[in-house]
């Protein structure tokens, strides 16, 4: 069994056929201590995922939701961050965010999504090759969270520049380290929230601290969140989304001849794509899983990369299918949890599924995908393809 901590494995092993052999037989698997981790259990099925993951599971969001955090390795952000915190002041963050969130996508975001995938069109139709990974997929979603947050367009390629380094992409450390480009992140952060504590916009910022009245520190550890949420995982979903359309010829077809399809076709790329692979949880008593006893305070990884390829929910779960339904994936979490992010990542999806089936005919590969070496997303470096337009 590998280390599924170990970043290296997903930038040279394609998961899948284990993910089948660990949801086929149910499995709880215990990963040991290593350089970055504790050691932790994982579970793998649509099943026991959505268990762990339920709002009357005994676990806890509170010490970190990713490997290598864990009752002695806690987030810093624990129980001010909305991933990372549970009961009040969660469902606090939660309507604070929705609230403005909800009438952002009616307006400006639904026409910077527009706006950015015209220019997309415009410059893929003047490349022999482009690589969607290299710049469109981040781009996109970059541009959503930037207007959602405030950010002023002259920042906003930095910002997405520092992104990139602090996902782990790209592969050359010496370039810029992750928890550098983190701290750069935060430092903008704060900054940005000193101006508009001073001249609040119609922004999320403005909002959490004016409307809201979240204290300066806990707005910034949770748009530190939101960034990272809206910017890295939808970037590899909308990645995700060209890959699939490449080794599926008739998917466009499909989705061009019955607009009904839209809808499920941008549930399928959320399915096939998982762009956060894994959530962690931590036993907040001793719980037994498919009867194998978990200690009190045990990191328990879920693996939503695998839980959406489960036969037994998912008929053909390694076809990509855009007519599939239903559709019960997890790539949004599960329960309290549950992305609040969701909808506006299915609004960047849909409308670029929507211009593709409108401007491309066949989306043809251009070479071999490279993925990520990274364990936190399930995403590429490079994603070469070539566009047959109409």
Known sequence: MPDLGDDRFYATTDPTALWRELVDADAVVWTGPDSGHNGFWSVFSHRACAEVLAGDAPFTSEYGMFIGFDRQNP?????????????????????????????????????????????????????????????????????????????????????????????GAPDDPARMSPSTAHLEIMVYFSELIRERLRRPREDLVSHLLHDAGLAPNDVLVNCDNIFAAGNATTQFSVAGAFHALATTPQALDLVRGDHKAVRPAVEEVLRWTTPGPHVLRVAVEDVQINGQRIARDSPVVTWLAAANRDPRVFPDPDRFDVRRHPNRHLSFGFGPHYCVGAALARMELRMLVEVLAAEVRRVWPAGEPQRLRANKVNGYRRLPVRFEWR
């Open 75 to 167: 987030d810093s952000g624990g129980g001010r961050m909305i991933v990372v915190s549970e009961g009040e002041w969660h469902g606090r963050l939660r309507a604070a965010i929705n609230s403005h969130l909800t009438r952002a996508m009616s307006g400006p975001l639904a026409a910077v999504v527009e706006a950015e995938l015209r220019d997309f069109v415009g410059r893929a139709r003047a490349e022999e090759v482009t690589d969607v990974a290299a710049r469109f997929a981040s781009s996109l979603p970059n541009t959503v969270v930037c207007e959602l947050l405030g950010v002023p367009v002259e920042d906003r390629e930095r910002l997405r520049n520092l992104t990139g380094y602090a996902v």
